[in-house]
């Protein structure tokens, strides 16, 4: 259904009173700004509250500080993401790489 299908339905229901003039301009405003835009004013999700919120740890550390910066945000042991690493690394050698690029993108807290 393209936009301008959507919105002559949501006019229509407008019209007949199943939508209020709130409701209505919401509904037109997501179908204007396409379906993947967050209505203003609302809060980021926690994924992507989690994701901006990641630093790498000054305390639990071994190298760079990642596994325990990860692990303060998963609420895993910082353990068990030093394993993950090891075992993607010995598994598929991304261990390393994917580890690399955390230290140096990832900022320290």
């Known amino acids: 259904m393209n936009d301008a299908e959507e919105l002559n339905k949501l006019a229509d229901l407008h019209a007949r009173g199943v939508l209020n003039d709130e409701e209505f301009a919401k509904a037109k405003a997501r179908?204007?700004?396409?379906?993947?835009?967050?209505?203003?004013?609302?809060?980021?999700?926690?994924?992507?509250?989690?994701?901006?919120?990641?630093?790498?740890?000054?305390?639990?550390?071994?190298?760079?500080?990642?596994?325990?910066?990860?692990?303060?945000?998963?609420?895993?042991?910082?353990?068990?993401?030093?394993?993950?690493f090891v075992v993607l690394f010995l598994a598929f050698g991304s261990g390393i790489l994917l580890y690399i690029l955390l230290w140096i993108f990832v900022p320290e807290e």
Not at 44 to 51: E, G, H, I, M, N
Not at 55 to 75: E, K, N, P, S, Y
Request: aromatic share 6%; with cysteine; glycine share 14%.
């Open 31 to 84: 179908v204007l700004g396409g379906h993947t835009q967050a209505p203003s004013g609302a809060a980021p999700a926690p994924a992507v509250q989690a994701v901006n919120s990641l630093r790498r740890t000054r305390i639990d550390r071994w190298l760079g500080g990642v596994c325990g910066g990860i692990a303060r945000i998963t609420g895993l042991d910082s353990w068990i993401w030093r394993l993950i």
